[in-house]
């Protein structure tokens, strides 16, 4: 199958699994099975693709489809349902992070990061805000997605030292406002007891380098009280569990949560006056510390960590801690009835100013008045404690991705002023999600230039009206009961209901309702008809939650507080204002409009989460509550907008590139415009005109069948390609198969020839532009350099001198030089020299003295005789030697007689009498001073340097030569006529030593001498087979010289 998925030209886009989807816990399954067994298994990816999307059945089992399959995530279009999993589902990992970054909306399985990103990819191209609404009752998973998507952002998007901090801090605000402001409820371990907007700021670089929060209506009343299994928040039991004996010391707590009122309490504190007994029943029911889900020390230290990752101090982390503690102590106070009725603090209590609460109040206010600051106390540093992780993150003006993490909508047996708020609260979400999703899809259809078709939808406006209206409106109402004088109550409210806002369609009470509707109402409750669905609410308690009120003593003993955190809380200049503290409604109405403002500003992403079931369970689909909760998220509400006019759309370009193999004129590609190529697809597919709309860029089809019908066709291509494949692998069938259809291996095999081809193709291509700028600049190569001719002469020269480094002369007396192109003689020329010099320098550097002093001889001898006497190149390739005759050959009187001058050189030589040439044997010493003619130990003749004339020798290869004496000189006996085997070194030496370079002649023919008395002889030189010296019949003395061939 991998082979088969590689080679598929396929992308694997939106729908139900067919080959490639994400699918459960273990990531990617490679499906062989159809679509449409896939879509009868798993169920549609997105809604809109649900044949019968009016049915509520159809829609819950499409999600119950792909619950048991392990996919939490459908869409809604581009709202994405979640449904709890109740366990660990490995879907969270790097991999999917990098898996989901950058891709198309649709072309990976629906998820939370498929979300994130698609927001981030918009905030970063279109430069515009974007926020994620994350909706669904309590334990739906809301928190969850939220903290899922911050650890998108932080692990995806780019990020420098600075970035690290604010990423670290974006992500511990979590476990901080976790422990302070969440706690166990019965529908939820981790249940968040506030709302939370988180504003996360990207730089343009797309680093997240800030952020901000914003909080709404935390349920104080949780501090002084909970039901039955619930807890307390959970910092009150981290606190004790985890904290130090040191700082629990300090704090004057004990170990102990059995010990604190508020923490084992449950019920009013006004149980108390039913009297020690019931209290007691009370305590044994409610108490509910420990919980198997949550380890509070481990909790703790997490707590602690993320405090300092944030930027508290100790000092701060302790007064804080601080206050949490004396809420706990507050709470132990226990009041005692006097006489006169009024109360009296029975415990023994170290919190001292909590004496004045001796008061004119009765028990019961007393209780009241004392919770009432607790919760003020409490409520307020949640306050202060999200300022200060503000003040951390260090918001600036930048590009944001909001996350709204708030309450859904909510409805119990006895439903109260909290979630009259939050009801109210989602039902502003609501409002503004159906004008942004509606107005979204005008958008989208205006900007692809198809006709708008008005869709029918309940508008919620009324209902919201009907909370939030001045004067009119159940707030303002509420609100003139609070501050009206006389004997208000919640009862009085219910009337003042009854007779301002009766008449309204959405609202009902005990008394106005039919005879049906009055047998499930209380008489003290009211209806409203919300766009979810009908709820009541007892008036019971309405008035004082909305006044909220705490006495002005006790403010003014919490603004004389050491603790600095509480004199941030509590300001002196609240007591100073006289006008009355705005109503817990209308700061909740007024921080929702704020929060609307905030959003409209914004582009939208949705997140609705589902809880499967109440038991907190892994796998259990509950139909009920899934029903239930379907019906109040309104998601058959979105799903019958969105899928009003097209049931899907698709750019061209990816509709086209799914489905191109289902026509032969855009398979294997489409060479022309998208539009064209898609208008021709659907033709061929045979859509009706009704089915489908060309827009600008993108096909909208009506109808999912017809997507489905489209996409089975496509499963079907894409298993007979596989199934033909398998066969050409496999061998057999081949006649048959190739009369049905090209099979897939001929399709690899003509894309593959294809790719060589064009291969070759550019190969081609470039050996022609290479050829033809070869000529070109051929033929411009004695221009001078240009852009014709440059690549050549560049060639040109390149190839030369790459030529040339292969060879050059290897040594001195090798003269080779490759010629040059005629653009570079010159250099040439330039560069032969230039390696001359280097060679000889090299070579000269590395010879001896004693070679050097034969060199320098060798040149004398070349300057004298080189191309002047026939037998000098013989003599080149032999050694001078330093002399002939060595001591002992030379008689000890010659040696003694010379004295004191030294030898320079001595040679055997004959010696031709003047008269009758004869041949004598004598030998030619060479001192510093002259020249000596030495018979055995007779010094014979003895010619100083500066007395020698001149030497004659002849230019034929003969070993004749004359020293010429001055004739007038009569201790001389005239010229010496000498014979010597090594001519060219005797005459050298003669020069050298006499200094007579100049004084050599080379004669042609004969020569002429003095022989004594003015008489002169003439020796004749003619050339011959062999050495001959002889007196001639004329009286010359004839030398025939050998002839050599060289010459
Ligand atoms: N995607 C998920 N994967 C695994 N478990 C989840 C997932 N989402 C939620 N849960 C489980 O469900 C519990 C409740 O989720 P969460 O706290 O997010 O709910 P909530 O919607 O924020 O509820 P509330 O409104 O009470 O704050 C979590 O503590 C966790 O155990
Ligand atoms: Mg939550």
Request: charged share 25%; proline share 3%.
């Amino acid at each position: 199958p991998h082979q088969f998925i590689e080679l598929l030209p396929f992308a694997n886009h939106l729908l139900p699994l067919p080959s490639l989807q994400a699918v459960g816990s273990d990531g990617v399954r490679i499906s062989m099975e159809s679509a449409l067994t896939a879509r009868d298994r798993v169920g549609v990816q997105d809604f809109v693709l649900l044949e019968n999307h009016t049915s509520e059945a159809a829609f819950i089992e499409n999600l119950r489809k792909r619950f048991k399959e392990n996919l939490i995530y459908t869409y809604i279009g581009s709202v994405l349902v979640s449904v709890n999993p109740y366990k660990d589902l490995e879907i969270y990992t790097k991999n999917h992070m990098e898996r989901y970054r950058g891709v198309n909306f649709y072309e990976v399985s629906p998820h939370v990061y498929a979300v994130s990103d698609n927001s981030y990819r918009s905030m970063r191209t279109e430069r515009k805000d974007q926020c994620i609404l994350i909706s669904g009752e309590s334990g739906a998973g809301k928190t969850e997605a939220s903290k899922k998507i911050l650890q998108y952002y932080a692990v995806t998007c780019p990020a420098s030292d600075q970035v690290e901090t604010v990423k670290d801090r974006l992500l511990q605000s979590n476990p901080v406002l976790e422990a302070f402001g969440n706690a166990k409820t019965l529908r939820n371990d981790n249940s968040s007891r506030f709302g939370k907007y988180m504003d996360i700021q990207f730089d343009f670089k797309g680093a997240p380098v800030g952020g901000h929060i914003l909080n709404y209506l935390l349920e104080k009343s949780r501090v002084v009280h909970q039901n039955h299994g619930e807890r307390n928040f959970h910092i009150f039991y981290q606190l004790i569990e985890g904290g130090e004996e040191d700082l629990l010391r300090r704090l004057g707590l004990e170990r102990n949560p059995q010990q604190y009122q508020y923490l084992v309490k449950v019920g009013d504190t006004r149980a108390s006056l039913y009297g020690f007994a019931m209290w007691c029943f009370w305590v044994s029911q409610g108490n509910c510390p420990k919980v198997s889900s949550i380890n509070d020390r481990s909790d703790w230290k997490v707590v602690r960590k993320a405090l300092s990752v944030i930027g508290f101090s100790e000092d701060e982390v302790e007064e804080l801690l601080n206050i949490i503690a004396s809420v706990l102590h507050l709470g132990n106070i226990q009041y005692g009835g006097e006489d006169s009725g009024n109360a009296y603090i029975t415990t023994d209590t170290q919190i001292k100013y909590l004496a004045r609460l001796k008061s004119p109040l009765n028990l019961e206010q007393a209780s009241s008045a004392r919770d009432a600051l607790s919760k003020a106390v409490y409520g307020r540093t949640f306050t202060w404690l999200v300022n200060k992780i503000n003040v951390s993150l260090t918001y600036k003006n930048a590009s944001v991705i909001g996350l709204l993490d708030i309450y859904g909508f909510e409805v119990f047996q006895h439903n109260s002023f909290e979630q009259f708020c939050i009801n109210y609260c989602n039902e502003k979400l609501q409002q503004l999600f159906i004008e942004l999703t509606l107005k979204s899809e005008q958008d989208e259809y205006e900007a692809e230039g198809i006709t708008w078709e008005p869709v029918q939808y309940f508008n919620n406006k009324i209902i919201c009206d009907l909370v939030e209206e001045k004067f009119k409106g159940i707030i303002s109402i509420l609100d003139e009961e609070c501050l009206r004088p006389g004997d208000a109550s919640d009862i009085t409210f219910l009337e003042k209901l009854e007779n301002t806002v009766g008449g309204h369609a959405h609202l009902t009470t005990h008394k106005l309702a039919d005879g049906k509707t009055r047998k499930v109402m209380g008489r003290e409750e009211f209806r409203l008809l919300h766009y979810a669905g009908e709820v009541n609410y007892n008036v019971n308690g309405f008035l004082d939650k909305n006044n909220d009120l705490l006495f002005r003593n006790l403010k003014e003993v919490m603004c004389m507080s050491d603790n600095k955190i509480l004199t941030q809380c509590f300001d002196r200049a609240e007591l100073k204002d006289s006008k009355r503290p705005e109503t817990a409604a209308t700061q909740f109405k007024t921080s929702l409009a704020k929060l609307m403002e905030i959003l409209m500003s914004k582009e939208p992403s949705y997140v609705r989460c589902i809880k499967p079931n109440d038991a907190k369970q892994a796998g259990r689909f509950d139909d009920v509550l899934i029903r239930h909760q379907v019906k109040y998220l309104g998601l058959m509400e979105n799903l019958r907008v969105r899928r009003a006019g097209f049931a899907y759309r698709r750019h061209y370009e990816t509709f086209l590139q799914r489905y191109k193999s289902l026509c032969p004129e855009t398979w294997p590609s489409w060479q022309g415009k998208l539009a064209d190529g898609v208008s021709t697809l659907v033709k061929h597919l045979g859509y009706k005109p009704e089915e489908y709309k060309l827009g600008r860029s993108k096909i909208f089809i009506r109808f999912p069948k017809t997507l489905f019908a489209t996409e089975d066709a496509l499963e079907t291509r894409k298993h007979s390609l596989a199934s033909k494949l398998r066969l050409i692998q496999t061998g057999p069938g081949l006649d048959s198969l190739a009369a049905v259809c090209p099979s897939p291996a001929v399709v690899v095999q003509a894309w593959w020839r294809g790719i060589l081809a064009c291969r070759r193709a550019q190969r081609k291509r470039q050996a022609a532009n290479t050829i033809r700028r070869f000529i070109k600049g051929f033929i411009y190569r004695h221009n001078e350099r240009c852009p014709e001719n440059e690549y050549f002469l560049d060639y040109v020269r390149y190839s030369f001198l790459m030529k040339l480094r292969r060879n050059l002369p290897k040594s001195v007396l090798d003269k080779s030089w490759p010629t040059a192109p005629t653009a570079l003689i010159e250099a040439s020329e330039q560069l032969r020299k230039l390696y001359m010099q280097n060679m000889v320098w090299g070579y000269c550097k590395r010879i001896n003295p004693e070679w050097k002093h034969q060199l320098e001889q060798k040149m004398v001898a070349s300057e004298i005789f080189k191309n002047k006497k026939d037998n000098y190149p013989q003599s080149v390739p032999k050694l001078f030697m330093g002399t002939r005759l060595n001591g002992e050959e030379i008689n000890p009187k010659v040696l003694q007689s010379l004295g004191s001058e030294t030898m320079k050189y001595a040679v055997p030589v004959t010696k031709y009498d003047r008269k009758g040439y004869k041949a004598r044997p004598r030998q030619l010493l060479l001192t510093s001073n002259c020249a000596v003619i030495v018979e055995e130990a007779k010094l014979k003749q003895r010619i100083d340097y500066a007395a020698l004339k001149g030497i004659s020798v002849s230019s034929l290869s003969d070993g004749v030569f004359v020293l010429h004496v001055p004739t007038e000189d009569k201790k001389q006996k005239g010229d010496v006529v000498l014979q010597s085997d090594h001519i060219i070194e005797t005459l050298t030496k003669v020069a050298i030593c006499a200094d007579k370079v100049n004084s050599i002649n080379i004669n042609q023919g004969s020569i002429t001498f003095t022989m004594g008395q003015g008489k002169e002889g003439i020796i004749d030189f003619t050339s011959g087979s062999e050495l001959l010296v002889a007196k001639a019949k004329n009286g010359h003395l004839s030398v025939t010289a050998p002839r050599l061939n060289s010459r």
